[in-house]
């Protein structure tokens, strides 16, 4: 009606000939109204992802390669992450402890298991996913046809028997490079702490070699396990190492166990990791790319991959690794037999300057996690006795954090990652407590084998990012160590402060109602050094001349001993603990008398070289040589020389307690 009435007194007041201009008018205006309030909200979610940025509320927006590259608003609050009242199947309190760790649960062939739905293990690489494989051929036709050129930078190489194949080494000789090639060559190591020019020169397909151990080819896991989310984060990964991380998880992944191949690109700044990286996903359907508006770190990048997961299984992978045959079942059978497992695959390097991989993964070169007491990762060898064979699965008191896989609910329940940390370091040693310290266990897989690059530097270190690794460390300090966060402080030279807020991630700790350090280290990481057990801890001042202390460079394995002006400067340098097994510690090394003079070497507890005893004549004695530590004349050098009651043998203690900062 009331239509109607307006359109007629249009009519009576405005001549008939305009009535066609005016019409023409309102349309165009109405289309450019709407287009221009697209825009505005589209730009104007951008822009508070990148306000969020700062105010580290973080909205992102997310590209579907799936789909046309939709745009999908995510908003990231804190409060998701917290805890979620789960029961867990088979998860019993300290799951990972109480269990016999030496038990393969994958049936070996000869076992007469009647899972009668067993898959055989060791298929060939590209076998692997024949649904995958048709895919990879078609692209070697639309690699000419269907790509434009410029979409590859570099153009990959999909040649079957080129270099590197069998994880064969690429050596590049520098001197025989010219030109644009040797700038390549250059640009490639400075950009990313490995050889991408070598890395252009093979095929992102490449046929690895069977690293396992033998044992684990005779094993036979169900068909039947939980599939998973594959992570990748990234921030300016180089493109054919890129490509080729991908290619290998498609290309080694049963299809039915890969639910989705989620790219999370950290806020990268090169060109084709952009479009046409989303171009080239296409051809993979199960491939889906997510993107921060910038660089927000790891951390926060899995979080957001984590989100947008939907498998059972969230396994993290890096961006510069290669999958080798049946890396995926040994990992999710341990999860399905227990979810609050947290489980990662053997990893040796893909040599950094020619792309080798062929190391062969047995027991002798298994390394697990641990840290130093500046909350270094650090590695250690397990002692093989506690292992009922060589593939059995290893408890692993951290993780080097960049492979793993996790029952997703698990991941969620344990309050995925500290969102306050950024960039890179020390979320897996974090990460790691509170897997172990909340309810939860890690174990390394042996049978499961994931190559990766390491690096010497990381080349996204520097700038905006300096300091971030500290600060991400202090945090893990403040929240989790107890009353061993100032033994952390003193051994690192850090002070605790300038961290952030740390209450919501304690607050997580009391609501899991997770176990004290202490529990973890007597425990879980029973060979850390324990400065409660010192029987005497302090500096070491000499009688010659009081002024003066033993000192040692207590990071460096191998380094003398030396005579030194005692400072507070030196604290962690000279700092000495005597041990109730007769060792003399400075952290983590012992002092070794070795061939000769004093030097630092990890404490190996078979006393030897290391039976250090303080005296009551107020010596430093070696009973198995019958020497006494002496400070040497005209020198900052000690020996062990025969005991003759002189000043230069006698040493007195000025105690420090290792609670003292
Ligand atoms: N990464 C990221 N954002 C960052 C730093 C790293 O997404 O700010 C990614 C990186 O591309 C890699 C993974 O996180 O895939 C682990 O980083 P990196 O390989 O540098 O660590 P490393 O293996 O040397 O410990
Ligand atoms: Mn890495």
Redesign the pocket.
């Known amino acids: 009606m009331l239509r109607a009435s307006l359109c007629r007194s249009v009519r009576k007041w405005v001549p008939r000939r305009w009535w066609h201009v005016i019409s023409v008018g309102l349309v165009t205006y109405i289309i450019c109204t709407f287009v221009y309030t697209g825009h505005y909200f589209l730009n104007r979610q951008i822009a508070i992802g990148s306000e969020a940025q700062q105010s580290d509320a973080l909205p992102r927006f997310v590209i579907n390669s799936d789909s046309n590259a939709k745009l999908i608003i995510k908003t990231h609050s804190s409060n998701d992450s917290v805890v979620q009242p789960l029961v867990f199947k088979e998860q019993k309190v300290n799951a990972g402890l109480g269990e016999n760790h030496n038990q393969p649960e994958a049936k070996f062939k000869d076992d007469n298991g009647n899972d009668a739905d067993d898959v055989k293990d060791g298929n060939e690489p590209r076998g692997a996913a024949a649904e995958h494989k048709g895919d990879i051929e078609k692209d070697k036709h639309q690699e000419v046809t269907a790509q434009p050129e410029e979409e590859q930078y570099p153009p990959l190489v999909f040649d079957d028997e080129g270099q590197g194949q069998m994880g064969e080494p690429v050596h590049i000789d520098e001197g025989n490079l010219h030109g644009e090639d040797k700038e390549k060559y250059k640009a490639g190591f400075s950009n990313n702490d490995f050889n991408e020019y070598a890395s252009n020169l093979i095929s992102v397909d490449r046929r690895l070699p069977d690293m396992r151990d033998p044992l684990c080819k005779s094993l036979t896991y169900p068909d039947a396990l939980p599939p998973t989310s594959v992570i990748?984060?990234?921030?300016?990964?180089a493109w054919s190492v890129l490509i080729r991380s991908v290619h290998s998880v498609i290309n080694r992944t049963p299809p039915h166990l890969l639910k989705e191949l989620i790219l999370?690109d950290?806020g990268s700044s090169h060109e084709n990791l952009k479009k046409p990286l989303e171009i080239y996903m296409k051809k993979f359907p199960k491939v889906k790319i997510l993107r921060n508006v910038q660089?927000?770190?790891?951390m926060r990048?899995r979080i957001l991959g984590a989100k947008f997961a939907s498998g059972k299984i969230l396994t993290f992978l890096?961006?510069?690794i290669e999958c080798t045959t049946n890396w995926l079942p040994p990992l999710l059978m341990r999860i399905r037999m227990n979810s609050t497992r947290v489980v990662w695959p053997a990893i040796p390097g893909i040599d950094r300057k020619t792309f080798a991989f062929k190391t062969n993964v047995d027991a002798k070169v298994l390394q697990v996690g641990i840290f130093t007491w500046s909350l270094v990762y650090t590695w250690e060898t397990p002692r093989l006795e506690d292992r009922a064979t060589p593939i059995s699965p290893v408890k692993s008191p951290t993780m080097?954090?960049?492979l793993f896989a996790i029952d997703r609910d698990f991941f969620f329940h344990i309050g995925t990652y500290d969102d306050g940390m950024?960039?890179?370091?020390a979320e897996n040693v974090e990460i790691s407590f509170r897997i172990w310290m909340c309810g939860g266990s890690i174990e390394l897989i042996p049978c499961s084998v994931v190559g990766?690059i390491?690096?010497s530097r990381?080349?996204?270190s520097g700038g905006a990012?300096t300091g971030k690794w500290t600060r991400n460390t202090l945090r893990t300090a403040a929240v989790w160590l107890d009353e061993y966060k100032h033994f952390y402080s003193r051994v690192s030279g850090r002070k605790l402060v300038n961290y952030g807020d740390v209450s919501a991630r304690l607050q997580l700790r009391q609501q899991l109602q997770c176990r004290s350090f202490q529990w973890y280290l007597e425990n879980v990481y029973t060979t850390a050094f324990l400065p409660k057990r010192a029987t005497l801890s302090g500096l070491i001042h000499s009688n010659h001349n009081a002024s003066f202390c033993i000192h040692g460079e207590y990071d460096q394995m191998n380094r003398l001993v030396l005579i030194r002006k005692c400072e507070k400067k030196y604290f962690h340098n000279q700092v000495f603990y005597v041990m109730p097994n007769d060792e003399l510690r400075l952290i983590a090394n012992c002092m070794d008398i070795g061939k000769g003079r004093p030097i630092l070497y990890p404490c190996h507890r078979m006393k030897g070289n290391q039976d250090i005893r303080y005296t009551k004549n107020r010596t430093i004695y070696h009973p198995p040589s019958n020497t006494c530590l002496t400070w040497l004349q005209h020198s900052d050098k000690l020996d062990l020389r025969a005991c003759d009651g002189g000043t230069r043998q006698e040493w007195f203690w000025e105690k420090v307690p290792w609670t003292d900062v």
């Open positions: 990748i984060c990234f921030l300016n990964e999370v950290d660089p927000e770190g790891l990048a890096d961006s510069h080097p954090g960049g950024s960039f890179w370091g990766h390491f690096r990381n080349p996204n990012n």
